[in-house]
């Protein structure tokens, strides 16, 4: 195991800073107690990069990403530049160069964390979501025709291949056997979407064959959402399309309290590449600069990252905090029911790692 880690932080826009640099501070305050290290080199791509060079980053940021053990960023997304900009520019592109193949993103309700949700216990939530990541319907192809007249026409096609399917299903299906309740979801809309969520359900019907210990279920992605709210417990490892994975996990990032606690990573399965972690909860405009953003998401994703690198025990140092934080009803941000600033919890989370 490497002793030095080589992480690109890229704070990002709106609240993405703020939040990120508590989430290395937590992570260095975790890894120390290992003996090993974390080099950290931060990037100043952004919207704030956009608007002086008319780009999200430099057009070798790929190469220069290549470099690094892993990637943290917080978040991209301003009201002035429209949100395909700042996404084609920056993390979608990361995503593909990297093959970055696995979106997976958890929803555990803590205790001390009330669900919307009426009479949920600690922990009853408790599901990991597998959003595939690199293609579907975010894959961007298509094209405009005739555009700025009336007769503007725009052709947007989603792509399912076999590979593509087959990887993130069968992600789901490796992570199923090592929980306790061995339940895996396939998110559809195969009634409606004849060609490529066919492609998908024959997929899964193949993969889940080879996993005979595994229960299934496959639901139209309408009634999916009906049940996360009926439901939530039933769920255990889901796994959707690109789109539908988006949707359904902002979704579960609110029955389990907050999308302050929506954590996240894109990950290179065969590790071949850099993976990136970050918090769900987007740029948050309207309350950046104020000081009261929640930076346990970006804490979290931090721990996500630790474990993906190897560093289990920081990893579970940094999820142990969180918890008992949030158990024993310490600083915690307006999202959450508190007074807290970001400072604060960023602060109490670090003692308690230490």
Request: negative net charge.
């Amino acid at each position: 195991m490497k002793s030095t880690y080589r992480i690109a932080v890229i704070g990002g826009d709106g609240i993405g800073p703020e939040v990120t640099r508590h989430a290395v501070q937590v992570a260095d305050a975790a890894v120390s107690r290992s003996g090993n290290q974390l080099d950290w080199t931060h990037f100043p791509w952004g919207t704030d990069y956009y608007f002086e060079h008319g780009q999200m980053a430099p057009v070798d940021f790929l190469d220069q990403l290549a470099e690094f053990d892993s990637i943290l960023l917080g978040a991209v997304g301003h009201p002035k530049v429209q949100d395909h900009l700042t996404l084609n520019g920056l993390l979608l592109p990361i995503r593909r160069r990297f093959d970055q193949c696995v979106c997976l993103r958890p929803a555990y309700l803590f205790e001390g964390v009330e669900s919307p949700l009426r009479n949920k216990a600690p922990g009853s939530i408790d599901m990991l979501v597998f959003r595939e990541n690199t293609e579907g319907e975010y894959a961007n192809v298509g094209g405009r025709v005739y555009q700025h007249t009336d007769h503007d026409v725009a052709i947007q096609t989603s792509v399912f291949t076999r590979r593509g399917c087959e990887r993130i299903i069968r992600a789901a299906f490796e992570q199923g056997v090592t929980r306790p309740r061995r339940r895996v979801a396939s998110i559809t809309k195969s009634n409606a979407q004849g060609y490529g969520m066919v492609l998908w359900d024959e997929v899964f019907a193949a993969v889940a064959a080879e996993y005979p210990q595994v229960q299934t279920e496959s639901l139209l992605v309408d009634r999916a959402v009906m049940e996360f709210v009926r439901r939530p417990e039933s769920f255990d490892v889901v796994v959707a399309s690109n789109l539908f994975g988006d949707i359904l996990t902002d979704l579960s990032a609110i029955i389990v309290g907050s999308m302050g606690l929506a954590a996240s990573g894109n990950l290179d399965p065969t590790r071949r590449h850099p993976s990136l972690f970050e918090p769900v909860h987007g740029s948050a405009p309207d309350i950046a600069g104020q000081g009261i953003a929640n930076p346990l998401a970006a804490i979290l994703s931090a721990g996500m990252m630790l474990g993906h690198l190897g560093l289990e025990t920081a990893a579970a140092l940094i999820h142990s905090a969180v918890a008992e934080l949030l158990r024993n009803s310490g600083p915690r941000t307006p999202d959450l029911g508190g007074t807290a600033t970001t400072e604060q919890v960023g602060r109490a989370v670090r003692e308690l790692v230490r």
